[in-house]
């Protein structure tokens, strides 16, 4: 069973869209996160989430909105997107903050 | 913002050799942890050394944590082709109201030629 679900693999949009990544655990993890590598392959975390508090990269725009339904899920919705905005997003999960943490397989974002 | 820089950025051996690769970071850590990602998947954990550790072993694989240089060298022997993957480390920082974030540096590329 796969621990860490994301969905689309794919998703092609263009600008001006919103549309929404989706994530699930099934690890019991008390914190999820939303990391974006861009063609270089640099991984940047946008967000981390347990049922306490949500923690935003500051430099992360304010287009970029986590929400997580309950414990096992944290949705990624995107407003307006923009040609930056191409990359790949992952998700993952962590039993603390600083444990190992398990990552989805990604969704390429493709903006046009 | 506290950031691994790993070098070399490629690397590219022949089947059975090492590869060593190295991470630099700028502050202090609790832990330093080492991840693979094959292409078009998601990164795995490979091992963690915390900061009062020097050396950690797993398989093939053997990392060492120098906290005086704020370095860290992840050594895989008998390399397979399999191993062909990027790999990058990752520090935790204090993030406040006590958590915790991880960041990764840019990643090594290795190549293992059979």
């Known amino acids: 069973d796969t621990a860490v679900s994301q969905t689309p693999k794919y998703l092609v949009t263009q600008m001006g869209n919103d549309k929404s990544i989706k994530c699930e655990q099934n690890l019991g993890h008390d914190t999820m996160y939303w990391y974006k590598q861009d063609s270089k392959k640099f991984l940047k975390i946008m967000f981390s989430y347990n049922n306490k508090e949500l923690i935003i990269n500051e430099t992360v725009p304010n287009r970029f909105s986590p929400k997580s339904p309950d414990k096992a899920h944290l949705n990624l919705h995107i407003n307006s997107l923009e040609l930056g905005d191409s990359a790949v997003y992952f998700c993952?999960?962590?039993?603390?903050?600083?444990?190992?943490?398990?990552f989805g397989n990604g969704t390429r974002l493709t903006v046009t | 913002s506290q950031q691994g820089e790993e070098d070399p950025q490629a690397l590219s051996i022949q089947e059975g050799e090492n590869a060593t690769m190295n991470c630099s970071y700028k502050t202090s850590i609790n832990n330093l942890q080492w991840y693979r990602q094959n292409s078009g998947r998601g990164l795995v954990h490979l091992i963690l050394?915390?900061?009062?550790?020097r050396e950690k072993h797993s398989g093939r694989l053997r990392v060492t944590l120098d906290t005086s240089k704020k370095s860290s060298s992840l050594l895989i022997t008998a390399s397979r082709a399999a191993d062909t993957a990027s790999y990058f480390c990752a520090t935790d920082a204090y993030s406040g109201a006590g958590s915790y974030q991880l960041t990764f540096g840019k990643g090594t590329k290795l190549s293992v030629i059979p």
């Open positions: 050394i915390r900061s009062n550790e």
């Open positions: 993952a999960s962590s039993l603390r903050g600083n444990s190992p943490l398990h």
